[in-house]
Protein backbone atom coordinates (compact mmCIF):
# COMPACT_ATOMS: atom_id res chain seq x y z
CA UNK A 1 0.00 0.00 0.00
CA UNK A 2 1.22 3.56 -0.95
CA UNK A 3 1.70 5.47 2.41
CA UNK A 4 0.41 8.85 1.71
CA UNK A 5 3.31 11.25 2.71
CA UNK A 6 2.93 15.32 3.08
CA UNK A 7 -0.17 16.62 2.91
CA UNK A 8 -1.23 18.27 -0.28
CA UNK A 9 -2.75 20.93 1.33
CA UNK A 10 -0.27 23.31 2.30
CA UNK A 11 -1.10 27.30 3.43
CA UNK A 12 -4.77 26.92 5.01
CA UNK A 13 -6.66 29.27 7.10
CA UNK A 14 -8.46 26.90 9.65
CA UNK A 15 -12.15 26.51 10.52
CA UNK A 16 -11.90 25.55 14.14
CA UNK A 17 -15.27 23.61 15.11
CA UNK A 18 -16.75 25.65 17.86
CA UNK A 19 -19.57 22.96 18.57
CA UNK A 20 -17.73 19.60 19.91
CA UNK A 21 -18.95 16.69 20.04
CA UNK A 22 -21.24 17.37 23.01
CA UNK A 23 -23.57 14.15 23.79
CA UNK A 24 -22.75 13.03 27.33
CA UNK A 25 -24.22 9.61 27.19
CA UNK A 26 -24.25 9.25 23.43
CA UNK A 27 -26.37 6.76 22.34
CA UNK A 28 -25.49 3.76 20.09
CA UNK A 29 -25.37 4.54 16.21
CA UNK A 30 -28.04 1.65 15.06
CA UNK A 31 -26.60 -1.30 13.41
CA UNK A 32 -28.28 -3.44 10.77
CA UNK A 33 -27.65 -6.78 9.41
CA UNK A 34 -28.95 -6.81 6.27
CA UNK A 35 -28.76 -11.06 6.16
CA UNK A 36 -31.26 -10.76 8.65
CA UNK A 37 -35.10 -11.21 8.13
CA UNK A 38 -36.11 -8.46 10.85
CA UNK A 39 -33.56 -5.43 9.17
CA UNK A 40 -36.31 -3.44 7.02
CA UNK A 41 -37.61 -2.68 10.48
CA UNK A 42 -34.46 -1.94 12.18
CA UNK A 43 -33.76 0.55 8.90
CA UNK A 44 -36.68 2.11 9.48
CA UNK A 45 -37.03 2.65 13.38
CA UNK A 46 -33.10 3.90 12.48
CA UNK A 47 -34.35 6.98 9.67
CA UNK A 48 -36.76 8.19 12.10
CA UNK A 49 -34.68 7.89 14.84
CA UNK A 50 -31.16 9.15 13.39
CA UNK A 51 -31.47 9.51 9.85
CA UNK A 52 -28.18 7.70 9.88
CA UNK A 53 -27.31 3.71 10.65
CA UNK A 54 -24.24 1.29 9.65
CA UNK A 55 -24.84 -1.83 7.80
CA UNK A 56 -23.06 -5.45 8.02
CA UNK A 57 -22.95 -8.22 6.41
CA UNK A 58 -23.80 -6.07 3.00
CA UNK A 59 -22.22 -8.24 0.09
CA UNK A 60 -20.10 -6.17 -0.92
CA UNK A 61 -16.86 -8.02 -1.40
CA UNK A 62 -13.67 -6.87 0.57
CA UNK A 63 -12.03 -6.94 -2.25
CA UNK A 64 -13.50 -4.24 -4.45
CA UNK A 65 -13.34 -2.20 -1.57
CA UNK A 66 -9.80 -2.86 -0.68
CA UNK A 67 -8.97 -2.17 -4.24
CA UNK A 68 -10.67 1.45 -4.52
CA UNK A 69 -8.68 2.18 -1.26
CA UNK A 70 -4.96 1.59 -2.97
CA UNK A 71 -6.32 3.51 -6.13
CA UNK A 72 -7.90 6.07 -4.20
CA UNK A 73 -4.08 6.17 -2.05
CA UNK A 74 -2.51 5.93 -4.67
CA UNK A 75 -4.17 8.80 -6.60
CA UNK A 76 -3.81 11.40 -3.35
CA UNK A 77 -0.60 10.85 -3.36
CA UNK A 78 0.62 12.23 -6.65
CA UNK A 79 1.83 15.85 -6.61
CA UNK A 80 -0.87 18.03 -6.79
CA UNK A 81 -0.05 19.45 -10.88
CA UNK A 82 -0.85 15.72 -11.56
CA UNK A 83 -4.33 15.42 -9.48
CA UNK A 84 -5.10 18.75 -10.94
CA UNK A 85 -5.33 17.27 -14.65
CA UNK A 86 -8.20 15.47 -13.36
CA UNK A 87 -10.28 19.24 -14.08
CA UNK A 88 -11.39 21.74 -11.19
CA UNK A 89 -14.65 20.89 -10.01
CA UNK A 90 -17.51 22.24 -11.83
CA UNK A 91 -18.86 20.49 -9.45
CA UNK A 92 -17.32 17.16 -10.97
CA UNK A 93 -13.28 16.64 -10.88
CA UNK A 94 -10.54 17.15 -8.44
CA UNK A 95 -11.02 19.84 -5.40
CA UNK A 96 -8.75 20.97 -2.94
CA UNK A 97 -10.19 22.82 0.31
CA UNK A 98 -12.51 24.67 -1.76
CA UNK A 99 -16.43 22.75 -1.25
CA UNK A 100 -18.59 23.45 -3.91
CA UNK A 101 -19.07 27.32 -5.77
CA UNK A 102 -19.99 29.63 -2.55
CA UNK A 103 -17.06 29.45 -0.78
CA UNK A 104 -16.91 26.52 1.62
CA UNK A 105 -14.14 25.39 2.40
CA UNK A 106 -12.03 22.22 4.78
CA UNK A 107 -8.79 19.98 5.51
CA UNK A 108 -9.84 17.95 1.88
CA UNK A 109 -9.14 17.24 -1.00
CA UNK A 110 -11.56 15.33 -3.23
CA UNK A 111 -12.70 13.89 -6.36
CA UNK A 112 -16.24 14.10 -7.53
CA UNK A 113 -17.54 12.30 -10.12
CA UNK A 114 -20.93 11.01 -12.04
CA UNK A 115 -21.89 7.20 -11.54
CA UNK A 116 -22.63 6.89 -14.97
CA UNK A 117 -20.03 8.71 -17.20
CA UNK A 118 -16.64 7.65 -17.90
CA UNK A 119 -14.56 9.66 -15.26
CA UNK A 120 -11.09 11.37 -16.77
CA UNK A 121 -8.94 10.08 -14.60
CA UNK A 122 -5.20 11.57 -13.95
CA UNK A 123 -2.93 8.35 -12.95
CA UNK A 124 -0.30 6.56 -14.10
CA UNK A 125 -2.70 3.76 -14.65
CA UNK A 126 -6.12 5.28 -15.31
CA UNK A 127 -7.38 1.78 -16.49
CA UNK A 128 -7.02 0.15 -13.06
CA UNK A 129 -8.24 3.13 -11.38
CA UNK A 130 -11.40 2.89 -13.62
CA UNK A 131 -12.13 -0.82 -13.26
CA UNK A 132 -12.06 -0.58 -9.37
CA UNK A 133 -14.17 2.55 -9.43
CA UNK A 134 -16.48 0.47 -11.78
CA UNK A 135 -16.38 -2.66 -9.61
CA UNK A 136 -16.63 -1.06 -6.25
CA UNK A 137 -19.52 1.21 -7.59
CA UNK A 138 -21.99 -1.50 -8.95
CA UNK A 139 -21.46 -3.56 -6.03
CA UNK A 140 -22.27 -0.42 -3.50
CA UNK A 141 -25.37 0.50 -5.88
CA UNK A 142 -27.01 -3.12 -5.57
CA UNK A 143 -26.68 -2.69 -1.76
CA UNK A 144 -28.19 0.78 -1.55
CA UNK A 145 -30.92 -0.29 -3.91
CA UNK A 146 -31.44 -3.58 -1.78
CA UNK A 147 -31.86 -1.28 1.05
CA UNK A 148 -33.92 1.29 -0.12
CA UNK A 149 -36.29 -1.95 -1.45
CA UNK A 150 -36.46 -2.46 2.27
CA UNK A 151 -37.20 0.68 3.16
CA UNK A 152 -40.47 0.50 0.83
CA UNK A 153 -40.91 -2.74 2.20
CA UNK A 154 -40.80 -1.44 6.25
CA UNK A 155 -43.37 1.90 5.39
CA UNK A 156 -45.58 -0.97 3.77
CA UNK A 157 -45.61 0.49 0.06
CA UNK A 158 -45.92 -1.21 -3.29
CA UNK A 159 -44.40 -1.74 -5.31
CA UNK A 160 -41.41 -2.53 -3.69
CA UNK A 161 -39.09 -0.73 -5.86
CA UNK A 162 -40.85 2.72 -6.15
CA UNK A 163 -37.26 4.27 -4.43
CA UNK A 164 -34.62 2.00 -5.71
CA UNK A 165 -35.87 2.52 -9.42
CA UNK A 166 -35.00 6.06 -9.02
CA UNK A 167 -31.63 5.66 -8.48
CA UNK A 168 -31.93 2.92 -11.22
CA UNK A 169 -32.59 5.06 -13.92
CA UNK A 170 -30.11 5.18 -16.80
CA UNK A 171 -31.11 9.21 -16.09
CA UNK A 172 -30.22 8.94 -12.71
CA UNK A 173 -28.12 11.96 -11.18
CA UNK A 174 -25.76 9.45 -9.19
CA UNK A 175 -22.65 11.15 -8.05
CA UNK A 176 -19.60 9.58 -6.12
CA UNK A 177 -17.24 10.97 -4.02
CA UNK A 178 -13.70 10.49 -2.77
CA UNK A 179 -12.56 12.30 0.10
CA UNK A 180 -9.20 12.35 1.30
CA UNK A 181 -8.15 14.22 4.85
CA UNK A 182 -4.71 14.48 5.57
CA UNK A 183 -3.38 14.24 8.86
CA UNK A 184 -3.72 17.84 10.68
CA UNK A 185 -0.42 18.28 13.42
CA UNK A 186 -2.42 21.82 14.66
CA UNK A 187 -5.17 19.55 16.01
CA UNK A 188 -5.13 19.44 19.47
CA UNK A 189 -7.79 16.81 20.36
CA UNK A 190 -7.52 16.52 24.05
CA UNK A 191 -8.67 19.89 24.11
CA UNK A 192 -11.76 19.23 21.45
CA UNK A 193 -9.71 21.97 19.20
CA UNK A 194 -10.75 20.50 16.23
CA UNK A 195 -10.17 21.77 12.59
CA UNK A 196 -13.28 20.57 9.98
CA UNK A 197 -12.55 18.89 7.51
CA UNK A 198 -15.84 18.85 5.63
CA UNK A 199 -18.62 21.61 6.85
CA UNK A 200 -21.83 20.45 8.64
CA UNK A 201 -24.23 19.53 6.05
CA UNK A 202 -27.30 17.45 4.83
CA UNK A 203 -26.78 15.31 1.44
CA UNK A 204 -29.27 16.22 -0.83
CA UNK A 205 -29.60 12.83 -2.36
CA UNK A 206 -32.39 10.16 -1.62
CA UNK A 207 -29.59 7.91 0.54
CA UNK A 208 -26.20 8.52 1.04
CA UNK A 209 -23.83 5.14 1.18
CA UNK A 210 -20.58 5.70 2.96
CA UNK A 211 -17.60 3.91 4.01
CA UNK A 212 -13.90 4.51 5.20
CA UNK A 213 -10.74 3.54 6.23
CA UNK A 214 -10.31 3.05 9.98
CA UNK A 215 -9.59 6.58 10.76
CA UNK A 216 -12.70 8.89 13.04
CA UNK A 217 -13.46 12.09 12.12
CA UNK A 218 -17.27 11.63 10.98
CA UNK A 219 -19.60 12.86 13.19
CA UNK A 220 -23.44 13.13 13.39
CA UNK A 221 -26.05 15.65 14.75
CA UNK A 222 -29.05 14.12 17.08
CA UNK A 223 -32.17 15.05 17.02
CA UNK A 224 -31.40 17.41 20.20
CA UNK A 225 -28.91 19.36 17.89
CA UNK A 226 -25.71 17.67 19.77
CA UNK A 227 -23.29 15.85 17.79
CA UNK A 228 -21.50 12.16 18.85
CA UNK A 229 -18.63 10.87 16.73
CA UNK A 230 -19.25 7.84 14.51
CA UNK A 231 -16.27 5.14 15.90
CA UNK A 232 -15.01 4.23 12.17
CA UNK A 233 -15.47 0.79 10.62
CA UNK A 234 -14.01 -0.04 7.47
CA UNK A 235 -15.50 -3.35 7.18
CA UNK A 236 -19.10 -1.55 7.38
CA UNK A 237 -21.11 1.22 5.84
CA UNK A 238 -23.07 3.93 6.72
CA UNK A 239 -25.98 5.48 5.52
CA UNK A 240 -27.26 8.70 5.33
CA UNK A 241 -31.51 9.79 4.67
CA UNK A 242 -30.86 12.64 2.66
CA UNK A 243 -33.22 15.66 1.51
CA UNK A 244 -34.83 13.67 -1.13
CA UNK A 245 -35.98 10.74 0.94
CA UNK A 246 -36.93 13.13 3.80
CA UNK A 247 -39.63 14.91 1.55
CA UNK A 248 -40.45 11.66 -0.17
CA UNK A 249 -41.49 10.53 3.41
CA UNK A 250 -43.17 13.88 4.07
CA UNK A 251 -41.03 14.29 6.99
CA UNK A 252 -41.60 10.90 8.60
CA UNK A 253 -37.32 10.45 8.27
CA UNK A 254 -35.34 13.47 8.08
CA UNK A 255 -31.63 13.83 6.61
CA UNK A 256 -28.90 13.47 8.91
CA UNK A 257 -26.71 16.73 9.56
CA UNK A 258 -23.07 15.65 9.43
CA UNK A 259 -19.24 16.38 9.06
CA UNK A 260 -15.92 15.20 9.32
CA UNK A 261 -13.52 16.98 11.67
CA UNK A 262 -9.52 16.67 11.02
CA UNK A 263 -7.82 13.97 12.60
CA UNK A 264 -3.61 14.96 14.25
CA UNK A 265 -2.48 11.69 13.45
CA UNK A 266 -3.98 9.64 10.22
CA UNK A 267 -4.84 10.88 7.26
CA UNK A 268 -8.87 9.65 6.72
CA UNK A 269 -10.25 8.15 3.27
CA UNK A 270 -13.52 7.73 2.59
CA UNK A 271 -15.90 7.04 -0.17
CA UNK A 272 -19.73 7.96 -0.67
CA UNK A 273 -22.02 6.68 -3.51
CA UNK A 274 -24.76 9.76 -3.40
CA UNK A 275 -28.23 7.89 -4.63
CA UNK A 276 -29.84 10.54 -6.86
CA UNK A 277 -33.38 10.51 -9.04
CA UNK A 278 -33.38 11.63 -12.41
CA UNK A 279 -32.99 15.54 -13.14
CA UNK A 280 -36.50 15.89 -14.42
CA UNK A 281 -37.96 13.70 -11.08
CA UNK A 282 -40.50 15.20 -9.48
CA UNK A 283 -40.00 15.09 -5.57
CA UNK A 284 -42.52 14.99 -3.51
CA UNK A 285 -44.46 12.68 -0.54
CA UNK A 286 -45.20 9.24 -1.96
CA UNK A 287 -48.76 9.60 -2.29
CA UNK A 288 -49.57 5.81 -0.45
CA UNK A 289 -48.08 7.19 2.63
CA UNK A 290 -50.42 10.78 2.79
CA UNK A 291 -52.93 9.09 5.24
CA UNK A 292 -56.35 10.78 5.26
CA UNK A 293 -56.46 14.52 4.78
CA UNK A 294 -52.74 15.09 5.01
CA UNK A 295 -51.05 17.37 3.44
CA UNK A 296 -47.59 17.52 1.59
CA UNK A 297 -45.23 20.11 3.74
CA UNK A 298 -43.36 20.80 0.75
CA UNK A 299 -44.10 22.76 -2.70
CA UNK A 300 -43.63 20.75 -5.57
CA UNK A 301 -40.33 20.39 -7.30
CA UNK A 302 -38.07 18.30 -9.45
CA UNK A 303 -34.64 17.08 -8.63
CA UNK A 304 -33.29 19.94 -11.11
CA UNK A 305 -35.14 22.53 -9.54
CA UNK A 306 -33.53 21.64 -6.10
CA UNK A 307 -30.09 20.92 -7.21
CA UNK A 308 -30.31 24.26 -9.20
CA UNK A 309 -30.94 26.18 -5.81
CA UNK A 310 -28.77 23.45 -4.23
CA UNK A 311 -25.92 25.03 -6.13
CA UNK A 312 -26.76 28.68 -4.97
CA UNK A 313 -26.16 27.41 -1.08
CA UNK A 314 -23.58 27.16 1.94
CA UNK A 315 -22.79 23.78 2.68
CA UNK A 316 -24.58 24.37 6.36
CA UNK A 317 -27.71 26.31 4.71
CA UNK A 318 -31.24 24.28 5.38
CA UNK A 319 -31.59 23.76 1.37
CA UNK A 320 -35.47 22.26 1.67
CA UNK A 321 -36.26 25.45 3.17
CA UNK A 322 -36.99 27.42 0.15
CA UNK A 323 -39.43 24.44 -0.89
CA UNK A 324 -41.00 24.27 2.63
CA UNK A 325 -45.11 24.79 2.64
CA UNK A 326 -45.88 28.08 4.92
C1 LIG B 1 -23.11 17.94 -0.20
C2 LIG B 1 -23.17 16.42 -0.47
C3 LIG B 1 -22.27 15.98 -1.63
O1 LIG B 1 -20.91 15.93 -1.20
C4 LIG B 1 -22.40 16.93 -2.84
C5 LIG B 1 -21.98 18.33 -2.38
C6 LIG B 1 -21.95 19.45 -3.42
C7 LIG B 1 -20.56 19.63 -4.04
O2 LIG B 1 -19.57 19.41 -3.38
O3 LIG B 1 -20.52 20.00 -5.22
C8 LIG B 1 -22.45 20.71 -2.69
C9 LIG B 1 -23.12 20.20 -1.38
C10 LIG B 1 -23.17 18.69 -1.53
C11 LIG B 1 -24.52 20.82 -1.15
C12 LIG B 1 -24.59 22.33 -1.46
C13 LIG B 1 -23.67 22.74 -2.62
C14 LIG B 1 -23.44 21.53 -3.50
C15 LIG B 1 -21.44 21.79 -2.35
C16 LIG B 1 -22.30 22.96 -2.07
C17 LIG B 1 -21.93 24.00 -1.35
C18 LIG B 1 -21.63 16.40 -4.04
C19 LIG B 1 -23.84 17.19 -3.12
O4 LIG B 1 -24.55 16.60 -3.90
O5 LIG B 1 -24.28 18.27 -2.37
Request: charged letters at 20%; a neutral charge.
Amino acid sequence: MVILSKPAIEQFSYIRNKQPATALFPPLIPIVDLSKPDSKHQIIKACEEFGFFKVINHGVPMEFISRLESEATEFFSLPLSEKEKTGQPKPYGYGNKRIGPNGDVGWVEYLLLMTNQDPNLATENPESFRVALNNYMAAVKKMACEILEMVADGLKIQPRNVLSKLMMDEQSDSVFRLNHYPPCPDVVQSLNDNVIGFGEHTDPQIISVLRSNNTSGLQISLRDGSWISVPPDHHSFFINVGDSLQVMTNGRFKSVKHRVVANSAKSRLSMIYFCGPPLSEKIAPLPCLMRGDQQSLYKEFTWFEYKRSAYTSRLADNRLMHFEKI
